[in-house]
Nanobody, 124 residues
């Protein structure tokens, strides 16, 4: 089992940057592919970014590509989401997930474990 704890959220202005962190504990972190999702009020949870076991391959939603960057540090059992040029449309609770299998990383069904989420609010 894996426990995930997100941090780094907050209230920022449009155009600002934030870096989210997701610290994992439990089983070997490097055996999981990781992803970030977000959920805005009244909307379904949506994929933001994903990364494979070593960090060699990354995947992004079209809405964040070029602005967000996912990375991982297996020695620290942590995955990051660097978010630049934030806009009010990025306001949501951000969740990290861990996937032990081979499912499609852009779907929430591929993930076995989730963190509790961290709130990101972008004011205009």
């Amino acid at each position: 089992q894996v426990q995930l704890v997100e941090s780094g959220g907050g209230l920022v202005q449009a155009g600002d940057s934030l870096r989210l962190s997701c610290a994992a504990s439990g089983r070997t972190f490097s055996s999981y592919r990781m992803g970030w999702f977000r959920q805005a009020p009244g909307k379904e949870r949506e994929f933001v970014a994903g990364i494979d076991w070593s960090g060699s391959n990354t995947y992004y939603a079209a809405s964040v590509k070029g602005r967000f960057s996912i990375s991982r540090d297996n020695a620290k059992s942590t995955v990051y989401l660097q978010m630049n040029t934030l806009s009010p449309e990025d306001t949501a609770v951000y969740f990290c997930g861990a996937s032990s299998g081979w499912g499609y990383l852009m779907t929430s069904q591929a993930y076995d474990y989730w963190g509790q989420g961290t709130q990101v609010t972008v004011s205009s």
